[in-house]
């Protein structure tokens, strides 16, 4: 099975995006690359599951606000 290494700069993501990113790995012990692996899951299994995905605004600052799952931001 190939491999996709999904590559995201401060350019892909904008400086708050990027600055979330980080906030979201440092809040959960991961690396920022662990952690846009993990939303990048969520949202192919929500999108799979047929709900339209996107990781709004509002979403990330639901995670940021505290320690809920991924799944309790759909």
Known sequence: MPAVKPIFTEY????????????????RRRTPKD???QLVLFAL???LAGE??????RA????????????DVA
């Open 12 to 27: 892909d993501l904008g400086s708050a995006g990027w600055r979330t990113l980080h906030e979201l790995a440092r809040q």
């Open 35 to 37: 952690q846009a692996r």
């Open 45 to 47: 299994d929500r999108a």
């Open 52 to 57: 339209d995905v996107e990781l709004s605004q």
């Open 60 to 71: 990330l600052e639901i995670l940021l606000r505290d320690d809920r799952t991924l799944e």
